[in-house]
């Protein structure tokens, strides 16, 4: 703790701690210091986890508000707290109070999930990856890479290509994140070592139950 804070903490009854991760810079204002995180962003479509302390006031003493991104605030638990946003905005400020007094704010960038990537079996696209490997997979899956929220994506389907032994482009459509036996068979008939099979028209829904589409997958059998 720097020497400006120690001067506050001595003077002043109030000392305000919000975390959303990891906590990187101080900012000082009149009667409360906060402490935001390193990020500072929330994400819209899923529960952003606060914790939220004032330091001389009880858990019962102490209440907060939100402002901007069209978001909501509800608390989980002792100086913890869910809060959600619906539409980006770099002005989303959320308010402490104690005994209905306020002595602090932090303000946060809100903005939408990073688009999530499409992959077969955790094999990144371009990777090689063996027909046996291939053929023990059920379907597509989509994740966020480093990513601090574990976030669930729901496939809604894709198209599967693979060249022929002539060089003609077979396809095979699956509504689902799975492969249909049609698109089983084309692999099974023409995914040789030295091939390559494209997965394109990727679809995927995540929390905000938007479908959205994922970069083309490529593949090349060893």
């Known amino acids: 703790m720097n020497q400006q804070l120690q001067q506050l903490w001595s003077k002043k009854p109030f000392l305000l701690l919000l975390s959303f991760c990891a ?58 707290y869910n809060v959600r946003v619906a539409k980006p905005s770099d002005q989303c400020v959320i308010k402490v109070f104690v005994d209905g007094k306020q002595v602090g704010t932090s303000n946060f960038r809100v903005r ?61 459509d699956c509504p689902t994140a799975l492969f249909t036996p049609e698109a089983k068979q084309l692999l099974a008939q023409h995914a040789k070592p030295g091939t390559s099979i494209t997965l394109e028209k990727i679809r995927a829904m995540g929390p905000s139950e938007k479908e959205s589409m994922l970069p083309v997958l490529v593949y090349r059998v060893k």
């Open 23 to 80: 906590l990187s810079a101080y900012t000082v204002q009149a009667q409360v210091a906060v402490a935001p995180s390193k990020m500072n962003v929330l994400y819209i479509g899923i529960d952003n986890p606060v914790s939220i302390a004032a330091a001389n006031a009880t858990d019962e003493q102490t209440t907060v508000a939100i402002e901007g991104g069209e978001g909501t605030i509800e608390k989980s638990s002792a100086g913890l």
């Open 112 to 172: 939408s999930l990073p688009t999530p990537m499409p992959t077969i079996g955790g094999y990144p696209a371009g990777e090689a990856i063996s027909f046996a490997a291939l053929q023990a997979q059920p379907g597509v899956g989509a994740y966020i890479k480093d990513f601090p929220f574990e976030v669930q994506y729901k496939i809604t389907g894709f198209t599967l290509k693979v060249e022929d032994e002539a060089g003609n482009v077979k396809t095979a």
